[in-house]
């Protein structure tokens, strides 16, 4: 990595030659990235890469305007050229008096003060052939599982980033990371010539929080297994179980609801619902940006804003929008941030094996598929996968179904909650269960 006084310097150089050139405000944000990705098919090393990459970003404020460049060029003379077009480009934008920096008493104050333990420093003492054994076991671990298996691949992933910003009204910070992960994926072929295919990836910033690679390769194998004689069932209400795994991409649009852009433009289901009752008594949710080793820790967010533990919503209450300093403006209303960390949502004390004996009849979702959701209503229709519960039991894979409803009666049928939150993402989620979902089969 690059001398990281040495990248002081140069946002310290861009905020001097950009303000000569005519700039009221700058914001710099400077990263540096290394990656490393192997790839195993069956027997084979398809695919080895390895990449070192700078990148600079510059935001100019300027006359009540603003713009955004960016460029992987840091040679002086051609950066000084790039800062001068800059500039010269936002004179030619409309005013926008709600662009500005966030005000100073926004940004952290000390940020050594907290340690989010986000840097591994034995990833980089991985050698090729370590590596390369990880990925062969999954392979081997996959096929002795299932020889029935037609293909399998299987991913080793690790990167460092650092990133340094600076903002000409006060503000200097650093944020180093790094991540590692591993993935399976597997195929199998039905005697009707449909080929399920399947995956396992887990990912985190410490190489010793990840499983054995063995225990990927059988997660990947069982979902694959799991998918064998998929079909449609009849429609009608029913109980939904979301497997820890898929409750982001069911969840994520509520947060984009939840966001000032959609508020301002009056396209969010949950405009003027601050404050007020929009869900179930267990849905508690809180953005935590200082969990130790976690995926989403951050000390501060895009913007500089110091990073806050907030709750988005408790029993069913919504507290908090996020909110960045340009639509905190708009809408008269103080920044929190205008993205998330980690996401917590309070788990329960049932495992979700307990959850779907206590159901009589409904459908475990395992994943979801394409669909469309409006911000403006909150309706939403999903494709989903999964398997039918009945009686508490597992009875036969599901596909080629639909889930359609609205998000205000969805967020208060939620009526359990697992003990099991995903640890292998920023959304640090448990199995949820919605009572009397609309799912649409034959």
């Known amino acids: 990595m690059s001398d990281p006084k040495n990248y002081d310097d140069i946002l310290k150089w861009v905020e001097k030659i950009a303000r000569q050139f005519g700039a009221d405000d700058v914001r710099s944000v400077l990263q540096e990235m290394s990656d490393f990705t192997l790839t195993q098919r069956d027997d084979a090393v398809e695919k080895i890469e390895e990449a070192i990459q700078s990148s600079l970003r510059v935001e100019i404020f300027k006359d009540h305007r603003y713009s955004y460049h960016s460029t992987n060029d840091l040679h002086p003379e051609r950066l000084e050229k790039f800062l001068d077009k800059a500039v010269a480009m936002t004179t030619y934008l409309g005013e926008d008096k709600d662009r500005m920096l966030p005000p100073r008493d926004l940004y952290p104050s000390d940020i050594s003060k907290i340690n989010l333990d986000l840097v591994d420093a034995t990833i980089e003492t ?28 299987s991913n080793f992933y690790n990167g460092e980033s650092t990133l340094f910003m600076r903002a000409s009204n006060g503000f200097f910070g650093k944020e180093k990371r790094t991540y590692v992960s591993m993935s399976v994926e597997v195929s199998l072929e039905e005697p009707d010539g449909r080929k399920p295919e399947a995956w396992e990836s887990i990912s985190a910033c410490h190489y010793q929080d990840l499983w054995e690679p063995e225990k990927v390769a059988e997660n990947a194998v069982m979902r694959v297994e799991q998918k064998r004689g998929a079909e449609k069932i009849s429609s009608g209400k029913k109980t939904m179980v979301v497997e820890n795994i898929a409750v982001p991409r069911l969840l994520y649009p509520i947060l984009v609801a939840m966001t000032g852009r ?17 869900g179930s008594n267990l849905l508690t949710v809180i953005n935590d940006p200082f969990i130790p080793r976690a995926l989403g820790s951050r000390h501060f967010d895009e913007e500089g804003i110091k990073a806050q533990k907030r709750t988005f919503f408790e029993e069913g209450i919504l507290k908090n929008y996020l909110i960045d300093t340009y639509y905190g403006n708009k809408l008269g209303m103080n920044p929190t941030s205008g993205s ?26 395992t994943q979801f598929i394409g669909g ?5 209503t909150g309706d939403f229709s999903y494709g989903i996968m999964g398997h039918e519960i009945k009686q508490g039991t597992l009875v036969r894979p599901v596909t080629e179904m639909n889930i359609s409803g609205n998000y205000s009666t969805l967020m208060e049928s939620l009526i359990a909650v697992g003990n099991d939150p995903y640890l292998f993402s920023s959304f640090r989620m448990p199995t949820l269960v919605f009572q009397e979902v609309d799912f649409s089969g034959i």
């Open 340 to 365: 998330f960390s980690n996401l917590i949502l309070n788990p329960g004390t049932k495992s979700p094996e307990d959850l779907i004996k206590s159901i009589e009849d409904g459908i475990y979702v």
């Open 126 to 153: 991985l050698s090729l052939e370590e590596k390369k054994n990880m990925t062969n076991r999954m392979v081997n671990r996959a096929y002795a599982k299932n020889k029935a298996l037609i293909s399998v691949t």
């Open 262 to 278: 959609y508020l301002a433009q009056k396209q969010s289901f949950l405009d003027g619902q601050l404050h007020q009752k929009v």
């Open 372 to 376: 469309n959701f409006n911000s403006n």
